[in-house]
């Protein structure tokens, strides 16, 4: 009874600490995403997509768009790297299934003038995380209070 009860134990040991693995390269892969776009790194930035990945946001023009990682990592080409722009970044949720991951972030900017909230898709190709689609919503305009 004693070696059902610790091989019981043993199984839960294992499967939690695979979790918290897989929970903490998920949200390292988040944490490239929001260091590489707060920070202008853009290989940082451009290293947590996919290549084929695809960004569905609206525009500056307001009209909803298609964008590929490097259209993508390009807003920030003329930024000085390695200075911090005023993105304010934090991840709110992760939610892993199997290999598959739902995760959203919060990315506010210079003294919360403005707050988005990004939703992303993550899969697990060759043992790592990567970002394959990802969306966002503006939520609050604090500068017109």
Request: aromatic residues 12%.
């Amino acid at each position: 009874m004693k070696q059902y009860i610790f091989t019981i134990i043993l199984l839960c040991t294992i499967q939690l600490s695979t979790a918290q693995s897989e929970h903490a390269a998920v949200k390292k892969t988040l944490q490239n995403y929001i260091e590489g776009s707060s920070y202008n790194k853009l290989e940082m930035l451009e290293k947590a997509f996919t290549e084929n990945a695809t960004l569905y946001l609206t525009g500056r023009d307001g009209l909803f768009k298609r964008y590929t990682p490097k259209e993508y990592t390009g807003f920030f080409k003329n930024r000085e790297k390695g200075k911090f722009n005023g993105r304010d970044g934090k991840v709110l949720a992760i939610e892993i299934i199997n290999d598959i991951v739902m995760a959203k972030v919060e990315i506010a900017g210079p003294k919360s003038a403005w707050v988005y909230i990004d939703l992303f898709l993550l899969k697990k190709i060759e043992n790592e995380w990567k970002i394959i689609s990802k969306t966002a919503t503006r939520t609050e305009d604090n500068s017109k209070k």
